[in-house]
């Protein structure tokens, strides 16, 4: 039992990563299956202590990166380093540092969740402190219920408790917040900032993009095997947007009263809404005296200014050419 | 190889297993169930007493005293016929070709002297009637000899192989363990280990420091302890309803212990080398079926066609049969160590392939 880690639950008292401030490192990774490039080149870094995410479509290849990284699946080519190790064939000495939340997770049917905690206490051979992590998932009130009898994101909820039990230095969050319910959602979210202020690493994947905006320190978006864009958060709006627009509700009359009257940028999308591009801040009083003077009918006026999600939706909706080939 | 990660696996595992209702009704409930089934169709040897319907037409004291001797052997049960019953219809209305006739004037041609036929009906293509024939026959014989003043001299004693002899329940207690030996891991296996894969619990636990071999031992260990359990219940079911004659002896120990950990490694084997929970379980059928019908299960494996018998030699499943009967029935133990022997050299082929093609994680 002596590869049990004490459960300590304050940052500093992890064992530093040999490979200097690196947890993750990624270079030019490929896995095919068959003819279907899922993982197509890419490299990324994530560094001790941060929280990054992977974002990106349906089969984009998060859960493949992932479980590679896992040392699950085996790569076809690249560099691949956990923990200063490499995960395919040192898994077994790995997996003691590293939590791991599958997309899907799914366990035996007759275990509660209590039982689970302490079969993998056991697996460890750590000491954990099962009622502590039982509140810290919020499932105090159905510890005791067997598996099977679970709700959906009661089951989820069971996959963060088992990735917390041997007081991992690295995280791998596949989906974790998929079918939770906006409070659980909430409490994974407060999970994961614990983590982060204990000083470990997380990897998290996501489709709710309020969420990676939220949480993560660096984000990726993956589009078809590829990193097609990664940086903070803040980083990839400024790069991507489309900086802040006004957006009206009128008639093709007054966009073109607009452009023929002001110097901006106006657009209209053929039905009833008239978009302005902003670049000064001046830029929208001018819009607005030249409305009031059109004297045409318009409502609804608001500014707008792109969220992640509204960068994501336009980087995955364009060809792949168009992007000048993973960022 | 850790024993306490081995115990928390079956710890939780036979938790599991007691909590799902029909993994206990498999395990527990259902061989006694059969052993009840097969013992009381085939227990008693033969299906009991034939009716033998009688139409005594004498009358007499001699008639009479003709009637009894013919009851007092437990293979017939008499029902007596009115006189004035047309025997043949009355036959034929309840469905029996089995009757005597004693004719009217019997006792008066016994005394007398004068030949008199008795008439047996029956059907020449049911076993029932011969056995009817042949005892009326030997009844006639002793009256025949005892009115003219001799005495029997020669006789027939009836023995058997064995001091006492072997009765149907004998074989079957062993042929239903061995049943149980192999369906409750090998089913259970296929569908776990097909689930676990699909739903990637395997991977999961993969990134624990439970080991493939861990969890292997911890399942052939919970179905060791299952089949033992079976054993004494289906044993006790044996000898007290259908009084089975079965020798407890240290020499069962080792079939019980290799059979569990030959089916579940080839149940694992069978689950893990298929890519789908439903061709998982179409592979396990084809596997099991076989196995459970020709080795001996049911019926001795003696009594089917020659082709069958050197197929049922293939079957691991026939070894562990042979050897239960070899030690709990026939005593026979230099045969049951060759039983041993062939099922060791299984086992190891088997829990061999089953380590090496059993993955926690793909390629
Ligand atoms: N075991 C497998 N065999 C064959 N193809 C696979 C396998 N696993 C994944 N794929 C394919 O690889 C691609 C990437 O899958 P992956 O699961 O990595 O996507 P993902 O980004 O996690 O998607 P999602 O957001 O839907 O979870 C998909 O097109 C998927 O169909
Ligand atoms: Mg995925």
Do not use: C
């Amino acid at each position: 039992m002596s590869e049990g880690r004490k459960p300590t639950r304050s940052g500093n008292e992890l064992n530093p990563t040999p490979n200097s401030g690196v947890a993750i490192g990624v270079t030019s990774l490929h896995k095919a299956y068959g003819d279907l490039k899922a993982v197509d080149g890419i490299s990324f870094t994530v560094k001790v202590g941060e929280v990054f995410s992977l974002l990106g479509p349906n089969g984009a290849g998060k859960t493949t990166t992932i479980e590679i990284l896992e040392g699950l699946r085996q790569k076809d080519q690249g560099g691949v380093e956990v923990l200063g190790v490499d995960p395919w064939t040192k898994g077994y000495e790995l997996h003691k540092k590293i939590g791991v939340i599958p997309q899907g997770f799914k366990f035996f049917e007759y275990p509660t969740p209590r039982e689970a905690i302490k079969y993998y206490a056991v697996l460890f051979g750590v000491k954990a402190d099962v009622e502590d992590i039982l509140r810290k998932v919020l499932l105090e009130d159905s510890a005791d219920v067997y598996f099977t009898r679970l709700s959906g994101g009661q089951k989820q909820k069971v996959g963060l408790a088992l990735s917390l039990v041997n007081d991992p230095e690295l995280l791998f969050l596949d989906e974790p917040t998929t079918g939770l319910d906006p409070q659980a959602r909430r409490a994974v979210w407060d999970v994961i900032r614990e983590l982060k202020k204990e000083g470990r690493t997380v990897l998290l994947t996501t489709h709710y993009l309020e969420e990676a905006e939220e949480l993560a320190d660096r984000v990726a978006i993956m589009h078809k095997g590829k990193i097609i864009t990664s940086g903070t958060p803040q980083e990839i709006i400024e790069a991507h947007s489309s900086g802040e627009r006004l957006q009206i509700h009128g008639t093709e009359r007054l966009a073109n009263y607009l452009k023929e009257h002001t110097k901006l940028r106006v657009e209209f999308d053929g039905e009833n809404l008239v978009t302005v591009y902003l670049q000064r801040k001046e830029d929208v009083l001018t819009a607005i005296r030249a409305i009031e003077e059109s004297g045409l009918e318009w409502s609804d006026l608001r500014t707008k200014r792109d969220s992640l999600e509204d960068i994501f939706v336009k980087l995955v909706g364009e060809p792949l050419e168009a992007l000048g080939q993973g960022a | 190889m850790n024993l306490k990660r081995v115990l928390a696996d079956f710890d939780v595992f036979s938790r599991g297993y007691m909590r799902s209702r029909i993994g206990v009704f498999f395990a527990l409930v259902f061989p006694i169930i059969l052993i009840l089934i097969f013992g009381a169709i085939f227990s008693g040897g033969s299906s009991g007493p034939i009716n033998v319907y009688v139409q005594n037409q004498d009358g007499s004291q001699i008639s009479s005293s003709f009637v009894n001797a013919l009851n007092s052997t437990s293979t017939m049960r008499l029902v007596p016929v009115d006189n004035t019953q047309n025997f043949t219809k009355y036959l034929l209305s309840h469905s029996s070709s089995d009757g005597i006739v004693i004719p009217a004037g019997f006792g008066t041609a016994f005394a007398s002297g004068k030949p008199i036929n008795v008439s047996a009906y029956g059907n020449p293509s049911s076993t029932t009637s011969a056995i009817v024939s042949g005892i009326t026959h030997g009844v006639i014989n002793e009256f025949n000899l005892r009115r003219a003043g001799g005495s029997s001299v020669l006789g027939v004693q009836e023995l058997n192989v064995k001091s006492q002899s072997f009765k149907y329940i004998d074989f079957l207690v062993p042929g239903l363990v061995g049943f149980t030996v192999l369906t409750s891991p090998m089913f259970a296996l296929v569908n776990i280990s097909s689930q676990y894969k699909r739903d990637k619990i395997f991977k999961q636990l993969s990134l624990t420091p439970l080991t493939k071999s861990e969890w292997l031992l911890s399942k052939i260990m919970f179905y060791i302890v299952l089949t033992i359990i079976s054993f004494f219940l289906m044993t006790a079911v044996g000898v007290f309803a259908f009084g089975a004659h079965i020798t407890l002896t240290l020499w069962i120990i080792p079939f019980l212990v290799i059979g569990p950990l030959l089916f579940v490694s080839l149940g694992m084997l069978v689950g893990t080398g298929s890519k789908t929970v439903e061709s998982a379980a179409v592979v396990g059928n084809l596997v099991t079926f076989p196995m459970m019908f020709l080795s001996g299960t049911f019926f001795p494996v003696s009594t089917m066609p020659a082709y069958l018998q050197s197929l049922a030699h293939v079957l691991p499943l026939f070894y562990v049969i042979d050897g239960l009967n070899n030690v709990m029935t026939y005593g026979n133990y230099s045969a049951a160590l060759i039983d041993l022997g062939v099922l060791v050299v299984l086992s190891a082929i088997i829990f061999g392939l089953a380590v090496r093609f059993f993955k926690w994680r793909e390629d």
